[in-house]
């Protein structure tokens, strides 16, 4: 019998005493992941988003909340195979959020999910062309926005509008979903006040189709109000300096939009 035998009650003891540090251990391991670990996802931000060392601490402090939400009440989704990572998905949350920073704005409402392929992907063609015939063959398309539910972005072209580059897929999708926030028609967020912003983005919208070579702006701006106000959008996060010389009037109106300064 086991009580008699001494060295029996130590391996015993020994045994329990292991098993008790190990449950605790385990216990006490942290999640991993930059949505559950606020310091992780906050210094990558800083990190890749140049953009926020122009926060005051004000709009830094309601940024960081804007993003926890966002991690926390929109999907994402990995298409054609991509692994969706806690990098990937704080890095979206983090540029979108920066354009949601006045008082009061929502937090993209009608958004549900966030649609992320390992590249440029395909989509069937539903608008007529200048003949009014729409074609059989797919196009191939960086981001997409579907009026309320979704966004959708080439990973490799976010990362691109990480590293500097003139394209940032992830404002002009972002920006058509204010878009279609405002009831002031194309091109126009919701706004207490259009009456200036009309008379800018009017000029400047005829400006941009008379342009042959425009210097800041893509000229696929000129496709349409909505368009143009994608294309401004990111020539207001990635160019500031530029805007705020070639369009000041422009560059005004979107830093008194989106609440911070690029130039
Ligand atoms: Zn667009």
Redesign the pocket.
Known sequence: MLGFVPEAWVALGVALFLIWRWSRRRRSTPDQGPERSPLVWKDLLDDRIELIARLTPEQRERFHARVERFLREKRFVGCAGLEVTDEMRALVAGMACLMILRPGATLFPELRQVLIYPGPFLVPVTEPDEFGLVSDEPEERV???WQGDRVILSWPDVESALDGDEVNVVV??F??QLDDEGDAGEGAPLLADYSHWSQVMKTEFERLRRHRRPPVLDP?GAESP??FF??VTEAFFQRGPELAHHHPALYAVLRDYYGFETA
């Open positions: 981001g997409e926005s002009h999708e920006a058509h696929y909505a368009e994608g294309v």
